[in-house]
């Protein structure tokens, strides 16, 4: 995570995040794709031990009671095994260590019980309650430790394992809340937060929320309730909080509404992802939250309700995991020489753009195939009469005093999931901004804003620093300067302008991988990010975008030293799913 810079909206050209803003004012956040919200598939499936100290055996570990545990002899290698009674896919675990926790360990699938696959493994592991993003399928799932934490075995309260396949969990267990009525305390309805009504929290969309209003609902305590349609049996809550979350709260039944049964309470609640196995029936559900974390209210982007019964309202479902196998777009820019870019695959963004640049991107003027199988995007000095850009230091005129190139891909490619890989030369002088990037299709579909639209920053370079390339993730929750991401450095001081190197990323539903000339360079666990960032809000559809700024906030304005002409060159882009 590496926070730069000043909040800035690359996801939009300054025209066009005007009318995006404008439409906030009249159109409420309509929902992405449903994020498909882990199911627990072990508690009360058959649990065995490579040991026991005592009564302290494997099914205590599966039987959703953490006053009991498994614990080991005090040696190492010791395993734990849980038999799912089916193939499963498996998306999550969940680790809650008693003090004699593993420092290193495995997780193992299994079709059969006899071969075993790795799905994680650590030397680092910290106790407490780890909670791993994992992905594969099996009928049997093992921890394996294989380095203890201190001199006594290895002992879990709970070792639960979640599939992310949609479907039910134990006794048939499905999301219950979905597009079920809400109700609140108070509601916010302003130009910070927008119809930030009770039911954004049960729409599945990680980018809207509910909020208590800062006329007399900013104090304690403050509430939000769903009618499940139907009584229901309630075995999991999911919280996902905007910073203003509540220390202290409850989780209540009721069957009528009006008459409340508690079924979960705490004085120490940590905000961001919080997942609540509970234990209760009713028709009505309500998290009556009774101390602020701050001088704000209460925020929810989701409340989800997991049981059986009610009357449950089925959530569309993700879009299909990529196996990176598929080449779903490519273009190697192999046109002759000075033919513009594609227009099956690009359009030109014209006009003035965003953070404070000082460029005027033209209609393709300044993109052009080279001859030589790569696209030019080309930073100039020359003015545009008659357009406006902040002040440029240099000439001291507010006419736009540079043009350059902005494409994207929307309208022409789309997509969710996939593996994004291109090969670029960067420019490379003080005051220019390459990138190649993405952002949420809805920006266009829906006039949605950013960063609520999300958007992946798979190469951005400032040529400031001239060895340093950033990957980073912008959502409602972390955006601008403190977007999810991490630099990368070029061995030995080496200048990204000087030769092309190859920018990619991994995406699927959960998580991101990014590269640099095949190096891992950041790595982005979505479970992991909802626990300590805020929401994902990575599963709709994106487009591609290719831009060489000139200055803006954050690698400032050309001075006395910047070179243009400045080249952007592109070998290929490609996609696979």
Same mark, same amino acid.
């Given at each position: 995570?590496?926070?730069?810079?000043?909040?800035?909206? !690359?996801?939009? *050209?300054?025209? $066009?995040?005007?009318?995006a803003?404008?439409?906030?004012?009249?159109?409420?956040?309509?929902?992405?794709?449903?994020?498909?919200?882990?199911?627990?598939?072990?508690?009360?499936? #058959?649990?065995?031990?490579?040991?026991?100290?005592?009564p302290?055996?494997? #099914?205590?570990?599966?039987?959703?009671?953490?006053? @009991? !545990?498994?614990?080991?002899?005090?040696?190492?290698?010791? &395993?734990?095994?849980?038999?799912?009674?089916?193939? @499963?896919?498996?998306?999550?675990?969940?680790?809650n260590?008693e003090?004699?926790?593993?420092?290193?360990?495995?997780?193992?699938?299994?079709?059969?019980?006899?071969?075993?696959?790795?799905?994680?493994?650590?030397?680092?592991?910290?106790?407490?309650?780890?909670?791993?993003?994992?992905?594969?399928?099996? +009928?049997?799932?093992?921890?394996?430790?294989?380095?203890?934490?201190?001199?006594?075995?290895?002992?879990?309260?709970?070792?639960?394992?979640?599939?992310?396949?949609? /479907?039910?969990?134990p /006794?048939?267990?499905?999301?219950?809340?979905?597009? !079920?009525?809400?109700?609140?305390?108070?509601?916010?309805?302003?130009?910070?937060?927008?119809?930030?009504? #009770?039911?954004?929290?049960?729409? !599945?969309?990680?980018?809207?929320?509910?909020?208590?209003?800062?006329?007399? /609902?900013?104090?304690?305590?403050?509430?939000?309730?769903?009618?499940?349609?139907?009584?229901?049996?309630?075995?999991?809550?999911?919280?996902?909080?905007?910073?203003?979350?509540a220390r202290?709260?409850?989780?209540?039944?009721?069957?009528?509404?009006?008459?409340?049964?508690?079924?979960?309470?705490?004085?120490?609640?940590?905000?961001?992802?919080?997942? *609540?196995?509970?234990s209760?029936?009713? +028709?009505?559900?309500?998290?009556?939250?009774?101390?602020?974390?701050?001088?704000?209210?209460?925020?929810? &982007?989701?409340?989800?309700?997991?049981?059986?019964?009610?009357?449950?309202?089925?959530?569309? #479902?993700l879009?299909?995991?990529?196996?990176?196998?598929?080449?779903?777009?490519?273009?190697?820019?192999?046109?002759?020489?000075?033919?513009?870019?594609?227009?099956?695959?690009?359009?030109?963004?014209t006009?003035?753009?965003?953070?404070?640049?000082?460029?005027?991107?033209?209609?393709?003027?300044?993109?052009?195939?080279?001859?030589?199988?790569?696209?030019? *995007?080309?930073?100039? +000095?020359?003015?545009?009469?008659?357009?406006?850009?902040?002040?440029?230091?240099?000439?001291?005129s507010?006419?736009?005093?540079?043009?350059?190139?902005?494409?994207?891909?929307?309208?022409?490619?789309?997509?969710?999931?996939?593996?994004?890989?291109?090969?670029?030369?960067?420019?490379?002088?003080?005051?220019?901004?390459?990138?190649?990037?993405?952002?949420?299709?809805?920006?266009?579909?829906?006039?949605?804003?950013?960063?609520?639209t999300?958007?992946?920053?798979? $190469?951005e370079?400032?040529?400031?620093?001239?060895?340093?390339?950033?990957?980073?993730?912008?959502?409602?929750?972390? =955006?601008?300067?403190?977007?999810?991401?991490?630099?990368?450095?070029?061995?030995?001081?080496?200048?990204?302008? %000087?030769?092309f =190197?190859?920018?990619?990323? %991994? &995406?699927?539903?959960?998580?991101?991988?990014?590269?640099?000339?095949? +190096?891992?360079?950041?790595?982005?666990?979505?479970?992991?990010?909802e626990?300590t960032r805020?929401?994902?809000?990575?599963?709709?559809?994106?487009?591609?975008?290719?831009?060489?700024a000139?200055g803006?906030?954050?690698?400032?304005?050309?001075?006395?030293?910047?070179?243009?002409?400045?080249? *952007?060159?592109?070998?290929?882009?490609?996609?696979?799913?």
């Amino acid at each position: 995570m590496h926070a730069r810079g000043t909040p800035r909206l !690359r996801g939009a *050209l300054a025209v $066009m995040a005007v009318v995006a803003l404008l439409l906030t004012l009249s159109v409420a956040l309509a929902p992405e794709r449903a994020v498909a919200a882990p199911v627990l598939v072990s508690q009360g499936k #058959p649990a065995t031990a490579s040991s026991a100290e005592g009564p302290f055996t494997a #099914p205590n570990a599966v039987d959703g009671d953490p006053g @009991t !545990r498994w614990s080991s002899a005090f040696s190492d290698d010791q &395993w734990i095994r849980i038999d799912l009674g089916a193939s @499963t896919a498996v998306g999550q675990i969940v680790l809650n260590w008693e003090a004699a926790y593993a420092k290193g360990y495995r997780i193992e699938l299994s079709a059969d019980g006899q071969q075993w696959t790795t799905i994680h493994s650590t030397t680092t592991g910290t106790g407490g309650t780890e909670t791993l993003t994992v992905s594969g399928t099996g +009928r049997h799932i093992r921890l394996v430790g294989t380095e203890r934490a201190t001199p006594w075995g290895y002992s879990l309260y709970e070792f639960q394992v979640y599939s992310t396949s949609g /479907g039910s969990g134990p /006794g048939g267990d499905v999301l219950l809340s979905y597009g !079920r009525t809400g109700s609140a305390s108070t509601s916010q309805h302003d130009s910070t937060c927008w119809q930030c009504t #009770p039911d954004k929290a049960f729409d !599945r969309d990680p980018a809207s929320r509910w909020a208590t209003s800062p006329e007399g /609902g900013w104090t304690d305590p403050g509430w939000i309730a769903v009618d499940l349609g139907a009584p229901a049996t309630i075995n999991r809550v999911v919280l996902q909080w905007d910073p203003a979350h509540a220390r202290a709260y409850r989780i209540e039944v009721s069957d009528n509404g009006t008459d409340w049964r508690m079924i979960h309470q705490t004085t120490t609640g940590t905000g961001f992802k919080e997942t *609540l196995n509970v234990s209760g029936t009713g +028709r009505h559900v309500r998290l009556y939250a009774t101390q602020r974390s701050g001088e704000y209210g209460y925020s929810l &982007w989701e409340f989800q309700v997991w049981g059986t019964g009610g009357a449950p309202i089925p959530a569309p #479902p993700l879009p299909p995991e990529p196996t990176y196998d598929r080449l779903v777009f490519s273009d190697e820019f192999n046109g002759p020489a000075g033919a513009a870019p594609d227009p099956a695959k690009w359009v030109p963004e014209t006009g003035t753009g965003p953070n404070n640049e000082l460029e005027y991107y033209t209609d393709n003027r300044n993109a052009a195939q080279d001859g030589n199988g790569n696209l030019v *995007l080309e930073a100039r +000095r020359e003015p545009t009469p008659g357009s406006s850009c902040p002040r440029d230091p240099l000439s001291g005129s507010t006419t736009c005093q540079y043009t350059s190139a902005r494409l994207n891909t929307y309208g022409k490619f789309q997509f969710t999931y996939g593996r994004v890989e291109a090969r670029i030369k960067v420019s490379g002088t003080q005051g220019l901004w390459p990138a190649f990037w993405m952002l949420g299709a809805d920006y266009f579909d829906q006039g949605r804003p950013w960063p609520y639209t999300g958007e992946i920053d798979i $190469m951005e370079h400032v040529g400031k620093e001239p060895n340093t390339t950033y990957s980073t993730l912008h959502a409602p929750a972390y =955006h601008g300067a403190a977007g999810y991401g991490a630099p990368y450095s070029l061995p030995g001081g080496a200048n990204f302008a %000087d030769d092309f =190197h190859t920018f990619a990323v %991994d &995406w699927n539903s959960t998580g991101m991988t990014f590269r640099v000339d095949g +190096r891992v360079t950041h790595r982005v666990d979505r479970e992991e990010l909802e626990r300590t960032r805020g929401p994902w809000v990575f599963d709709h559809d994106f487009f591609l975008i290719l831009n060489n700024a000139v200055g803006g906030d954050w690698p400032g304005p050309p001075d006395t030293t910047t070179r243009f002409p400045q080249k *952007l060159s592109v070998d290929y882009i490609k996609v696979w799913q």
